[in-house]
């Protein structure tokens, strides 16, 4: 049996109602679980770039992408691994102020975490981060642990190449010569 890593896979498309329900449908039929998704605008004028994580061999991951690249509003479909990535996701943590507030290693926790205070009342607290999964993750474990967590939410991943451009600036020059 082949290991199974995480991929990332960038889908650049035309912005088309139920485009993602069949993306989702090619992930589903193979028995593969979209860990995170982040759909948005990209560089390119008009064009959408969904971001989307699965575990996987590099053999299914191809097929996926080909099934992918075949649906008519897509316009290039791509897979990379995260040594060819520059990626982020986001988390927001609802906490309790007076827990918060007496804590003792507050000010130890912003720092070591790099938090943002995007909210606080006399109730909660709202604490961004900004890193890795295993970075908001670890966070989350610490505030668990010590304060409790009223909410949590993490996003998806989102990703750029290490190439100087976006790469279906690459594939659109190739077909206008």
Same mark, same amino acid.
């Given at each position: 049996?082949k290991?199974k890593?995480?991929?990332t896979?960038?889908?650049f ?33 008009? $064009? ?5 994580t699965?575990?996987?061999d ?5 097929? $996926?992408t ?18 060819d990535? $520059?990626?982020q ?17 507050t ?9 943002? $205070?995007?909210?606080m009342t006399?109730v909660?607290?709202?604490?961004e ?5 295993d970075e ?39 077909n206008?010569?």
């Amino acid at each position: 049996m082949k290991n199974k890593i995480l991929y990332t896979i960038t889908i650049f498309s035309e912005n088309t109602v139920g485009l993602l329900n069949q993306v989702a449908i090619i992930f589903t039929r193979r028995g593969l679980n979209i860990e995170t998704l982040s759909v948005s605008t990209s560089a390119l004028k008009g $064009i959408h770039k969904f971001t989307i994580t699965t575990f996987a061999d590099e053999e299914i991951i191809e097929n $996926i992408t080909k099934q992918i690249d075949k649906r008519v509003d897509i316009l290039k479909t791509y897979y990379n691994t995260d040594k060819d990535l $520059i990626f982020q996701e986001i988390a927001l943590y609802k906490v309790s102020t007076p827990n918060l507030l007496i804590l003792k290693s507050t000010e130890d926790i912003v720092r070591k975490y790099n938090i943002r $205070i995007l909210d606080m009342t006399e109730v909660w607290t709202v604490l961004e981060k900004t890193g890795h999964y295993d970075e908001t993750q670890a966070l989350f474990s610490e505030l668990s642990a010590q304060i409790g967590v009223f909410q949590f939410i993490r996003s998806g991943r989102i990703a750029i190449t290490k190439s100087n451009i976006e790469r279906l600036s690459d594939m659109l020059d190739s077909n206008r010569n």
